[in-house]
């Protein structure tokens, strides 16, 4: 396979010093359990797929974008029990994504998109932030599983190694995921008081709210929704991509 000059991993040097990137993305994952049938890495795998389908599409729309390589340890404060689920602090991420935004300052690339992947990531108060630090570098961030609309392609309700991801991973990684039989159902207690459960937020304790680690019953994925929905999410992204790279950021608001 060729390279593609919209991933950085794969390019190279001379093609770089030749292009005018407006859009960098920066996939930020996570390593944790998914159910007993999704890998750890589900996230990363996700967000790797997305981000490069994503910039395929702005890029053939003469976007110069390029993606970074995919962070894989996110927020897990509330699963430090579960064994090997691994966690990067909120603090620390702001320090990683402080040096990356000083880089991207330091050489005039102007536009960065944090594409996340993991529920426990929540990147817009370290974006408020690192903005008024960096105000020559336009900063935003979007959830991948968020930029279509899950109910045109999956019923069962859920937020982890549900439905929807583990239909993700059989279109992108099929040879990954253990027959479905072997899931759990992804049963997750909810909390009691009802402010929690409508509009009051606490951290979740993974372990007492579910035995397998999955929230939402996966028993219907299959293969052709997922890749059905990512088509749509790509789609959705690769346009956000491309408007916002020919966007003068100075002249955001209609």
Known sequence: MAPRPYILAETN?????????????????????????????????????????????????????????????????GQLDITLDMNLNPSTQLAILRDLVQVLARQGIPKLVVLNGHGGNDFRQILRELQAEFPTVFLCTLNWFKAADRTRFFEAPGDHADELETSAMLHIAPELVRPLLEAGDGAARQFRIKALREWAWA??????????????????????????????????????????????TQDLYE
């Open 203 to 248: 951290q979740r304790e993974w372990s007492k709210v579910t035995a397998d680690t999955g929230v939402g019953n996966p028993a219907a994925a299959t293969a052709e929704k997922g890749e059905a929905f990512l088509a749509a999410v790509c789609t959705n992204i690769g346009q956000f991509l491309t408007e916002l790279a020919a966007t003068d």
């Open 13 to 77: 040097w001379q093609e770089v010093k030749n292009t005018n990137f407006e859009v960098v993305v920066l996939p930020w994952g996570a390593t944790e359990a998914h159910n007993y049938h999704l890998p750890y890495a589900t996230d990363n795998f996700q967000c790797d797929y997305v981000a490069a389908e994503a910039a395929r599409v702005a890029w053939e729309q003469g976007a110069k974008v390029v993606v970074l390589p995919t962070i894989p340890f996110g927020v897990n404060t």
